[in-house]
């Protein structure tokens, strides 16, 4: 299928996938960290959340709330913060109920994503972060096919310590080969546990298989996230209170090797 050129990406000077070989690994936690992590270096961040079937983005951001609004260019992206750093398109801003479900087959899906890129007033951005559903579904070969005209850098491969999705994730490399997307690199996440009474770090699912992965596929790892139960109480603070929290330095270190891939 020939790539589609939405004229709405011409001002993104960078474009990463974020996925992931199975569900459940963190990949939308990882999603939202790195773009604040990246607006908090004065960076211009776009999300666009494509698990159509489970969007997380809106709430992880504080945005449950909030609706899509149409103008003459197009929809306009939701804006999570004063400064309009950070904008964000999922199709839970469509949703009458947050708990209502999407049941569509392939081509609508296919659709929906189409528009999301070309109907979508992006504007001026230095990142557009994409989080993907999980595996290698409708949905992640649409994203790559229209993207690929614009040359993304490449995809951040989501994984947790755990033999099984260890095994999925290895499917994902596979899968971003075949596809010819480059790989930017591997988080390991939920790679302990941190204390909120004593802030000791503990592995609960063990620790280092992303890394000794990374190293069998000549993989650049990017870092392990440990679990902070802390950052699920800032809610709709999130934006705010990210840079005080204890994760903002580990998505320092990983956001500085993202930023020194693409720039290469």
């Given amino acids: 299928m020939a790539s589609v050129q939405p004229p709405q990406l011409d001002k993104v000077k960078h474009i990463i996938l974020v996925m992931s070989g199975k569900g459940g690994v963190g990949k939308s936690s990882v999603t939202t960290q790195l773009a604040l992590s990246l607006i908090a270096r004065g960076r211009t961040v776009g999300v666009l959340d494509i698990d159509l079937c489970g969007p997380s983005i809106p709430r992880m951001l504080g945005l449950e709330n909030k609706s899509i609004h149409q103008s003459s260019g197009g929809w306009v992206p939701v804006f999570a913060d004063d400064k309009r750093q950070l904008c964000c398109m999922s199709i839970g801003f469509m949703l009458e109920n947050k708990d209502d479900s999407v049941v569509w087959r392939g081509p609508k899906k296919t659709a929906m994503i189409r528009q999301f890129l070309t109907d979508t007033c992006w504007g001026e951005l230095d990142y557009l972060i994409v989080d993907t559903p999980p595996g290698t579904s409708d949905e992640n070969i649409s994203i790559v096919e229209h993207v690929k005209a614009y040359n993304p850098d490449g995809v951040v491969l989501v994984t947790t310590p755990q033999a099984v999705a260890l095994s ?97």
């Fill in 168 to 264: 999925d994730v290895r499917k994902q490399v596979s899968f971003c080969r075949q596809v010819g997307i480059p790989i930017v690199g591997l988080v390991e996440n939920m790679s302990g546990f941190i204390c909120p009474h004593c802030s000791e770090c503990n592995n609960l699912f063990s620790s280092g298989g992303g890394e000794a992965m990374s190293e069998e596929f000549g993989l650049n790892f990017l870092g392990r996230v440990p679990i902070d139960p802390t950052l699920t109480s800032m809610d709709t603070e999130l934006i705010r209170q990210f840079p005080s929290s204890s994760l903002f330095p580990v998505f320092e270190k990983i956001t500085d090797r993202v930023e020194e891939t693409v720039s290469k």
